[in-house]
């Protein structure tokens, strides 16, 4: 598994930096911070450009993924996983571009239920402290 803050990747040079990180890497598992990232659709293409153009990341093209979007200059957080190794049974998004949880099932360690939480917290200081008081009210 890797994170990476990637500060935006409206830029497809910058996309394609992050794919090659993907690839040295070698994860199954990333989640992505500061995406930048507007829309359900607009995360799917991304994923396709990372998962399945050539060279593909992941030999077998199957991915699955979970994006919390909000704006083109701010926010964001996706989790991408490889279908291979396993699947994503749920997921949902709290806090728009901060916040995505993912419940997996892990064929290789016969896990059937790991929560991944992928958190893009505020910088600031007092947003962040009450950030985390409302998420553990959740």
């Known amino acids: 598994m890797s994170t990476f803050?990637?500060?935006?990747?409206?830029?497809?040079?910058k996309r394609r930096r992050i794919k090659d990180l993907f690839k040295?890497?070698?994860?199954?598992?990333v989640n992505l911070q500061e995406t930048h990232c507007t829309s359900n659709d607009e995360a799917t293409k991304w994923t396709n450009e990372w998962i399945k153009d050539e060279p593909c990341v992941w030999k077998n093209e199957k991915c699955e993924h979970v994006s919390s979007n909000f704006t083109s200059r701010s926010r964001g957080a996706m989790s991408l996983l490889d279908n291979s190794k396993m699947f994503m049974v749920d997921s949902k998004i709290l806090f728009e571009g901060r916040v995505t949880f993912a419940l997996l099932k892990i064929h290789d360690f016969d896990i059937d239920n790991l929560m991944l939480v992928n958190i893009y917290a505020p910088n600031d200081k007092k947003d962040r402290s009450n950030f985390f008081k409302i998420c553990c009210k959740k």
């Open 24 to 29: 040295s890497h070698k994860c199954s598992l």
């Open 5 to 13: 803050n990637v500060r935006g990747c409206r830029d497809p040079l």
